[in-house]
Nanobody, 126 residues
């Protein structure tokens, strides 16, 4: 059974940084496209950053140049380095996995109940 557990969220002042982690259970992690998504109160869930099995990445325009997604296949772990945080980055951040999508596809169309999802970690920027 695929399980994803996010960590690293918290409260930070504008301009600050956070690093999110997503620990995946034992599955063919290296062959999956992995992504970060976020949802603010009253808004739809949106794609933030994704990285596919070949290491190709994709980012939402709103985070390009500030966020970096990476993966460590040996540790079954996905990361999101977030710099120059803004109040509009405040949201619940979710990790997701899909065996069938590219990074760009995942950003645009991967939404529950499709794929595997973690429970989320809250990021608050003030």
């Amino acid at each position: 059974d695929v399980q994803l557990v996010e960590s690293g969220g918290g409260s930070v002042q504008a301009g600050g940084s956070l690093r999110l982690s997503c620990q995946a259970s034992e599955f063919t992690y290296s062959s999956y496209c992995m992504g970060w998504f976020r949802q603010a109160p009253g808004k739809e869930r949106e794609g933030v950053a994704a990285i596919d099995a070949d290491g190709i990445t994709a980012y939402a325009d709103s985070v390009k140049g500030r966020f970096t997604v990476s993966r460590d296949n040996a540790k079954n772990t996905l990361y999101l380095e977030m710099n120059h945080l803004k109040p509009e980055d405040t949201a619940m951040y979710y990790c997701a996995a899909s065996a069938h999508l590219t990074a760009i596809q995942a950003l645009g169309i991967l939404r529950p109940p499709v794929g595997y999802w973690g429970q989320g970690t809250q990021v608050t920027v003030s």
